[in-house]
Structure formats: structure tokens, C-alpha cells
T-cell receptor, first 109, second 112 residues
Framework: AQRVTQPEKLLSVFKGAPVELKCNYSYSGSPELFWYVQYSRQRLQLLLR??SRESIKGFTADLNKGETSFHLKKPFAQEEDSAMYYC???????????FGKGTLLTVNP | DAGITQSPRHKVTETGTPVTLRCHQTENHRYMYWYRQDPGHGLRLIHY???????DKGEVSDGYSVSRSKTEDFLLTLESATSSQTSVYFCAISESSYTEAFFGQGTRLTVV
């Protein structure tokens, strides 16, 4: 079975502070990991995926297979980063795309 | 935005009635998914499809059925709606299980 765990429901930081949103996964094969973001009154959209190894809007995420983690980081949070963030896992051959429960990030001025 | 639309966008229905939600895509993507979004539960997979007439259950499939008779349409049916099925339902599409999934705008369903 595949599972995604986001331990923090809520995360509040001040503008300019570093932010880390945690994601742990459980999967027996080689997963594909994603971070999706949902801004207020907008559709869910892809933020980044581990296979592309890119930085989007200053966010990065590193896949740690030993710790089965895919934490999302940004060195200096901005108010416009306030949103719901979802970590997601695709198991590849079984076609499932499984999401965590999400973390609501609030960046205070 | 990717060509994906959900209908209806809002619906209120009575307990015990059947309800069908439609997801329509113009991207010719192979994979289609139905999720429900509830506070504290995030996005939970209901059913998904990996081709025409190829569907499988997700983690919360009880009380739901799906059909995909053509590439562009994926229908979600609540066979006999219950109050616990009050939720926001999202459809998503993707080319493969390794590529970006595109989401619809959601359907807010209220069962009274």
C-alpha cells in the first residue's frame, strides 16, 4: 500500500523566515513524488516534482529514500506563499496518485 | 489551463437520490481521477481510470461507482447519496503516472 503523511496540519511563519513543510511516504517500489499547491479559490496546481530537480518560486524539495521523506523548503517565505500544500506520490505501475492530508501555510507580515 | 471541466459546479441533493458528476477533458490524457476533499482529510482518491473502460478503486470507493466509455469523459455516480458524501469533488487528468496531474475546478455537493 502507498501512503503519504504530512504531520503538520497548520504552519505559521513570519515573512522572510525559512519554511519547511514535511512529507513522509510509504511505498515498496520506486515512487514519483510531487508537491501541489492550492491558493485561495484556485485549482490545485503542480509546484514541483522530484524527477525534475527544479526550484519553483524559490521552493525546493529533496527526495531522501533512506528516510522516505520529501520535505519542501524555502529559505525566505513570502506572504504570497500562503496556501494549502499537498505532498503526493505516484506508484508508477499501479497508476494511483495518492495525496497527503495537506498543510495550510500562513505567512504573516 | 488544461482542458478539463467538471459539471455541475454546485449541487444540492436529497439523501437517497442518485447523483452523477461529470468530468470532461479535451487533452486526450490517458489517466483520470476522482477525489474528494474534506477538512482534515485532504484529498482522498475515490476511483481512477487508466484507459477507456479500465477503472479501479481508490481508498474511499464505497458508495461510488464510475464509468469511462470514451477517453474524454469520466463519470462519478453516487448510487444513493448520504450526508457523509457532502464534500468537494475534484477530477484530475494526467498523461502518465509520472507526469503532472491537472485538476478541475471542483464540484461542491451537498446532501441534505
Amino acid at each position: 500500500a502507498q501512503r503519504v503523511t504530512q504531520p503538520e496540519k497548520l504552519l505559521s511563519v513570519f515573512k522572510g523566515a525559512p519554511v519547511e513543510l514535511k512529507c513522509n511516504y510509504s511505498y515498496s517500489g520506486s515512487p514519483e513524488l510531487f508537491w501541489y499547491v492550492q491558493y485561495s479559490r484556485q485549482r490545485l496546481q503542480l509546484l514541483l516534482r522530484h524527477i525534475s530537480r527544479e526550484s519553483i518560486k524559490g521552493f525546493t524539495a529533496d527526495l531522501n529514500k533512506g528516510e522516505t521523506s520529501f520535505h519542501l523548503k524555502k529559505p525566505f517565505a513570502q506572504e504570497e506563499d500562503s496556501a494549502m500544500y499537498y505532498c503526493a506520490l505516484s506508484g508508477g505501475s499501479n497508476y494511483k496518485l495518492t495525496f497527503g492530508k495537506g498543510t495550510l501555510l500562513t505567512v504573516n507580515p | 489551463d488544461a482542458g478539463i471541466t467538471q459539471s455541475p459546479r454546485h449541487k444540492v441533493t436529497e439523501t437517497g437520490t442518485p447523483v452523477t458528476l461529470r468530468c470532461h477533458q479535451t487533452e486526450n490524457h490517458r489517466y483520470m481521477y476522482w477525489y474528494r476533499q474534506d477538512p482534515g482529510h485532504g484529498l482522498r482518491l475515490i476511483h481512477y481510470s487508466y484507459g477507456v473502460k479500465d477503472t479501479d478503486k481508490g481508498e474511499v470507493s464505497d458508495g461510488y461507482s464510475v464509468s469511462r466509455s470514451k477517453t474524454e469523459d469520466f463519470l462519478l455516480t453516487l448510487e444513493s447519496a448520504t450526508s457523509s458524501q457532502t464534500s468537494v469533488y475534484f477530477c484530475a487528468i494526467s498523461e502518465s503516472s509520472y507526469t503532472e496531474a491537472f485538476f478541475g475546478q471542483g464540484t461542491r455537493l451537498t446532501v441534505v
